[in-house]
């Protein structure tokens, strides 16, 4: 009995890697510590797409291949991690490193001043665990999914480097993901000025998230917001910044053009809708 006991363990050790979020929770052992998040009755977002299906994931996120880094977790610092713990080392200069190592800047189309004024290149590799500096504690604090920790330690690191967009942008993010809609408001569109190409960057939101399923809870719960709210212009640009980087641009124009219809000199939904256009007469003209 213990035999095949043993054995079935094993059987479902070796199926984890391809179970959806609502399977993992089954599976018995150090391995199921993700959360099983309850879902929706629907589970596809606007754009028609199942936001549990990894294949759809695939097809929206494209060439942005972390979020599809094999869902094996990963033990470290006490706790499990869905990235490896290089992806939360600090490199050198033509890495893009933006909660995570999200890889070569020129692939993700940073602008050169931006890594060269505000990316810590010349230090010697450092995981964000380990430093004491102020932004390394915040991006250390998101990844454990402790949020309001992370706002503290961004407002630390702001206060050493009030010029640097990414941690106006990086900040948005921990308040966004504190529900606190306002705020991340302020900071995207504060971000956004400071570094005008940010709209070029590419990345998906769900690729910075450690936690399974924290993104889905508060991407939820910021739509449920502007159900109840619909006349939050602020909110609608949060809601349509979110949407831009998962690449759902349909769902990224309604709300952009809710932002653009009460304030139609908007230059960052400008900025926002300019690129999906672009976006979409390239796709047009290539297909």
């Known amino acids: 009995m213990a035999r095949i006991e043993e054995q079935r363990s094993e059987t479902a050790r070796a199926n984890f890697r391809g179970m959806g979020r609502e399977q993992a929770g089954q599976v018995r052992g150090p391995i199921a510590r993700v959360e ?123 206060r050493r480097d009030h010029d640097n967009g990414l941690l106006y942008l990086a900040r948005a993010q921990a308040y966004f993901s504190t529900k606190d809609y306002h705020s991340a408001y302020d900071d995207l569109i504060k971000g956004m000025e400071l570094i005008p190409e940010w709209t070029e960057v590419s990345f998906n939101m769900r690729e910075l998230y450690n936690r399974e399923g924290d993104f889905e809870q508060q991407l939820d719960a910021l739509e449920r917001w502007v159900e109840e709210y619909p006349r939050d212009y602020k909110v609608h640009f949060v809601l349509g910044y979110m949407y831009f980087y998962l690449q759902e641009y349909e769902s990224a124009k309604t709300e952009l053009a809710y932002v653009l219809a009460w304030d139609e000199n908007h230059e960052q939904g400008k900025k926002l809708l300019e690129h999906i256009y672009t976006q979409e007469a390239e796709t047009d003209l290539y297909h």
């Open 36 to 158: 099983d998040h309850s879902e929706k009755p629907d589970h596809k977002r606007r754009d028609g797409y199942d936001h549990r299906n990894k294949h759809d994931y695939k097809h929206r996120i494209g060439h942005n291949h972390h979020y599809y880094h094999d869902r094996k977790l990963h033990f470290y610092h006490g706790r499990w991690y869905r990235h490896p713990l290089q992806y939360y080392t600090r490199r050198h200069q033509s890495r893009f490193f933006f909660f995570i190592d999200l890889g070569d800047c020129y692939e993700r189309n940073v602008p050169t001043y931006v890594y060269e004024e505000h990316i810590h290149y010349d230090s010697p590799p450092t995981s964000v665990f380990e430093s004491s500096a102020p932004i390394d504690q915040a991006y250390a604090a998101f990844a454990k999914g402790s949020y309001f920790q992370a706002i503290v330690d961004f407002n630390r690191a702001i």
